[in-house]
């Protein structure tokens, strides 16, 4: 009879955590942008923030930058080993583009992580006066973005581009599946962190 209780209390429980799953990880996915935003929606922008970490970002940063849509862009979590002579060769093919990077980008080597992204974004926006910055990202990071910054930051303060957008199946790939699994389990870690403020 116990046994049978036992057994009970632990195929509920295993049901009521799978259930807690599927629900937190349909709130995820329901917060990845599924579309580009206008650039010339940006007209309130001051400054631009490219979180690295996969490809098209910081080219979407310099695109935007070039558009006049703010005054100054970071790029936030370069590789110490990448130098500003090789991120210049790469993303400035221009004279444009090369003139911003002379007069309007800065690039940080101290973060590693999203956390670390938000807390030098946060002290850069705030030596330059900066207060609406908008976030370049991959669709599927916005989520856990919006989760670190929020630490420092308003969310009114806050806009994204995302640079990967999901059109229609053929997009999704097992890399992408990849990516958006391990990525939830940040997003949970994350969300748990703040939960017990840690």
């Keep these: 009879m116990i046994h ?3 057994r009970k209390i632990l195929n509920s429980s295993i049901i009521l955590i799978c259930t807690f799953i599927i629900i937190h990880f349909s709130y995820y996915i329901s917060q990845i942008q599924t579309k580009i935003d206008d650039i010339n929606m940006f007209d309130e922008i001051d400054a631009i923030i ?3 970490g996969d490809k098209n970002r910081i080219a979407r940063g ?3 930058l070039k558009n006049g849509s703010a005054q100054r862009l970071l790029i936030s979590g370069v590789n110490e080993k990448i130098s500003n002579t090789k991120i210049k060769n790469l993303y400035g093919v221009d ?4 003139k911003l990077f002379d007069c309007c980008i800065d690039i940080d080597r101290i973060s590693t ?4 992204n938000s807390r030098e974004t946060y ?3 705030k030596e330059l006066g900066f207060r ?3 976030i370049v990202t991959s669709h599927y990071h916005v989520p856990r973005v919006k989760l670190e910054f929020s630490r420092f930051f308003s969310q009114d303060a806050l806009h994204y581009n995302s640079v990967d957008i999901i059109n229609n199946i053929s997009d999704i790939s097992i890399e992408l599946i ?9 997003y949970s870690r994350t969300s748990l962190s703040l939960l017990i403020e840690i």
């Design 62 to 64: 310099i695109n935007i």
């Design 132 to 134: 609406n910055l908008l």
């Design 113 to 116: 992580n999203t956390f670390e």
């Design 178 to 186: 990849r990516k958006v699994f391990f990525e939830y389990i940040k």
């Design 123 to 125: 002290i850069w926006s």
């Design 4 to 6: 049978q209780i036992n």
């Design 50 to 52: 490219v979180l690295t």
């Design 95 to 98: 004279v444009n583009s090369k």
